[in-house]
């Protein structure tokens, strides 16, 4: 059953908790589908009205939020060995190059390693427990925890419900040309914001001198 097919089944309550456990869940290292849960929430409130996209929004931001710090904590006091333990559990996502990327991204933006990492699937995963396991001055940590969660959460599920909002309107005014150009703005401002986060992190990484 597709996700949002399965959502439309559940109460309200449960589609906030679900949201804010599942991406709190991500944001503390375990590899789930935070966004695609978000995604198909905000679409679904848009449609119908027993949804609150405010609620909304703030369980997701809440959920990340707490999940990142969550895996701070963990990070910090597991250390490096945590690393390696989730390498074994999860390798597709916790591998050693992967892991050695995560670093270097946090050697050269610090505590915005943690902000641009919400739009960015791998970092997404990583930002809370390597924040921990590299020692990240907490008050650093928090405040991009909290930005990123409120801008990512919170502006992802704004730009999908009032996309959402348009599709409807414009699918009864045009029928499916309404739709598909709709869709297609919300996808292009959440792939525009992405590869601004990405080019900004490539860029960091070619400004670095090399070592001889």
């Known amino acids: 059953m597709h996700v949002q097919e399965w959502l439309e ?5 449960a589609v ?4 804010g456990v599942v991406i709190g869940l991500e944001s503390l290292g375990i590899p789930l589908p935070g966004e695609i849960i978000l995604v198909s929430s905000a679409l679904l409130a848009s449609q119908h009205g027993d949804i609150d996209p405010v609620v909304l929004g703030a369980s997701a931001t809440a959920g990340a939020i707490i999940g990142d710090s969550i895996g701070y904590a963990i990070g910090r006091k597991g250390g490096r060995p945590l690393l390696a333990w989730l390498g074994k559990k999860f390798p597709k996502h916790f591998s050693e190059g992967h892991i050695a990327t995560a670093e270097r991204s946090f050697e050269k933006w610090g505590m ?3 902000f641009f990492g919400r739009f960015v699937a791998l970092l997404r995963i990583f930002a809370g427990p390597l924040a921990g396991v590299l020692r990240m001055p907490y008050w650093k940590f928090a405040i991009a925890n909290v930005l990123g969660g409120i801008l990512w959460a919170g502006g992802t599920t704004a730009v999908i419900y ?4 348009v599709a409807e309107s414009w699918l009864k005014r045009f029928s499916w040309l309404g739709l598909v150009a709709a869709v297609l703005v919300g996808v292009t401002s959440m792939l525009v914001l992405k590869r601004k986060a990405k080019k900004a992190g490539q860029n960091l990484e070619e400004a670095e001198p090399q070592v001889p």
């Open 112 to 114: 915005w390693a943690v």
């Open 9 to 13: 089944t559940v109460p309200a309550v």
């Open 162 to 165: 009032y996309v959402g909002i």
């Open 16 to 19: 906030y908790a679900l949201v």
